[in-house]
């Protein structure tokens, strides 16, 4: 699901949200586990510092109380943005296929005191996410390494209330090529888990799932597009 490249900076950025967005920590840690959190926090920063997580939840409308379903939430990096923003009246459904990285996450919110969030984990092809409950769909980086991803959108749609979006933000094209490349470079092997995700492709996933693209924000961050599809 993941490339060597995108599986190194999830994991990098796996431990603390940038400084004054998420609750005060309310557990204690060692002092290893500080140093670690410490250590990754830095590195979160940066991969934050490309995608803000408060502009782009202001752009794709997360709002207090809204039911969100994040695909991919990895150990938590965007999901404590998103708990942060729909606070205690809303939810977010956090899946994923790693079973280690959930248990990191489930630590995490243990640890930052977020008691909106249920952990979800999924099948490659099922996110599991509730039926009829989800506002939104969000996904950061996940799309274009999904092994199928016209049956994850179809799998996703039971989930949505009427008129619920889902929300993709994906590298430019010139970004997943460079990643193809690099993998190839190291691997001796052209990956068969990433492709490049265009505002065409994507539409023609969305009609097979009975989802239509109502926006591409092309430009709007530098390395990266953001598609809202709307259910039909």
Known sequence: MRSLLRHA?????????????????TMPVSDEVRRQID????????A????????????????????????????GRYTVHLAGRVGASGKVYANDIDAEALAYLRERCVRENLTNVEIILGTVDDPRFPAGRLDMVFMVWVYHMLEHPPTILKNIVPALKAGATVVMVEPIPSETEAEIKMVTAHTGKTPTDIHVVTRTNLAADAALAGLDLVQAMEGFLEKDNIYILRKR
Do not use: F, W
């Open 48 to 75: 934050n510092a490309g995608q803000p997580p408060a502009k782009v939840m202001d752009a794709v409308g997360v709002k207090p109380g809204m039911v969100i379903g994040e695909l991919g939430a990895g150990r």
């Open 9 to 25: 900076v999830l994991t990098a950025a796996m431990c603390s949200a940038a400084a004054g967005t998420v609750l005060a920590q």
């Open 39 to 46: 250590r990754v926090t830095a590195s979160e920063q940066r």
